[in-house]
C-alpha cells in the first residue's frame, strides 16, 4: 500500500561525507522532514 500525506516514514539511516551516518529518527519531532521522489529525474527518460 503506498503511503499517504502525513503518514510517518520508515526509519532508514544514509551515509554522508560531512555527517557520518544520518538517521531518519534522529530527526523525527525535532526538525520537518519532506521526503521527495522524482522518478526519472536525471536519467534522459
Not at 544520518?22 to 536525471?42: E, I, P
Amino acid at each position: 500500500m503506498p503511503g499517504q500525506i502525513g503518514d510517518i516514514a520508515p526509519d532508514f539511516t544514509l551515509s554522508s561525507p560531512h555527517h557520518g551516518d544520518v538517521s531518519l529518527n534522529s530527526y523525527r519531532g525535532t526538525h520537518t522532514v519532506v521526503l521527495s521522489f522524482h522518478v526519472l529525474d536525471f536519467t534522459g527518460g
